[in-house]
């Protein structure tokens, strides 16, 4: 990318490399932000490839699906690179047009993609064939000699992932909880959330610790509220005991001082 960016005069360089730097930042936590920078980016060096791939991934995070493959169309383009292959066809999915994905899938340009482009390829084309429907079709999609490995690759746990859920659409319960445990042992860094749905399928239930203190805390400012509202019931109860406990006094002394009046 910086060797891209060494096309454009060195300030601008600069101003570009810092907006691609913050897409790369903010599009998995925050993906209108990092579209936001791509924008910026994209109108300050739209010829440059990198800065329309960033732009179209940025689009794609937040499903503009259109924009998206237009940019990785510029982008491809630009390079003759095939590797932006398997999302464009995912924006093909997103605009409705499995199909076109699924061509897409048998297509020439997938033999030259490298393992992890196949491999890429394969989920798309499984997640297009549910998208018509097709179950079955999609997990004999999934099935493949990368799955079946025992090594764990980058693509491993995703992959895994979605052949258990695939299982778990088409009522295969039993099979479904195999791999989405296989799907736990090779997610290293929590790419998924098979741990959940394996969880959810042994009927496991997760209460957030956080939301019980919460309530806890809320119970206790009820209960101190209720006795400090007892307390101020019996300290009003017991303010005009007081005040007639103190009016028997001071009649009490009044009737004492007329009796040690001195008689005449």
């Known amino acids: ?15 570009v490399s810092r907006n691609l730097v913050m897409v790369a930042r903010l599009i998995d936590e925050d993906p209108e932000g990092a579209y936001a920078y791509s924008k910026i980016a994209l109108r300050l060096a739209s010829r440059v490839a990198a800065v329309r791939e960033a732009a179209g991934f940025a689009a794609y995070a937040n499903q503009k699906f259109s924009e998206a493959l237009a940019e990785f169309r510029a982008a491809r383009r630009m390079t003759g690179n095939v590797e932006l292959w398997p999302v464009m066809a995912d924006c093909e999915r997103g605009l409705g047009r499995p199909e076109k994905a699924l061509d897409m899938a048998g297509a020439p340009e997938v033999q030259k993609l490298d393992k992890a482009g196949q491999v890429e390829m394969r989920l798309v084309a499984a997640g297009a ?44 319960e039993g099979e479904a909880r195999e791999w989405f445990a296989k799907a736990v042992e090779s997610d290293k860094d929590g790419s998924t959330d098979a741990s959940d749905r394996l969880a959810e399928l042994d009927g496991v239930e997760f209460v957030d610790a956080l939301v019980e203190d919460e309530d806890e805390d809320e119970d206790e400012v009820e209960t101190e509220s209720e006795a400090e509202a007892e307390t101020k019931v019996e300290d009003e109860d017991e303010a005009p005991k007081a005040a007639r406990a103190r009016a028997e006094d001071e009649g009490d002394e009044e009737d004492g001082s007329e009796d040690d009046v001195p008689q005449s």
Do not use: F, H
Request: proline share 5%; net charge neutral; glycine share 6%.
């Open 129 to 172: 064939r549910r998208d018509m429907g097709q179950l079955e079709a999609a997990i004999v999609t999934l099935q493949s000699p990368e799955l079946a490995s025992n090594s764990v690759q980058p693509w491993t746990a995703r992959l895994r992932y979605a052949y258990a859920d695939a299982l778990l659409a088409a009522g295969r």
């Open 1 to 15: 990318m910086r060797q891209e960016l060494q096309s454009l005069p060195k300030g601008l360089a600069e101003d």
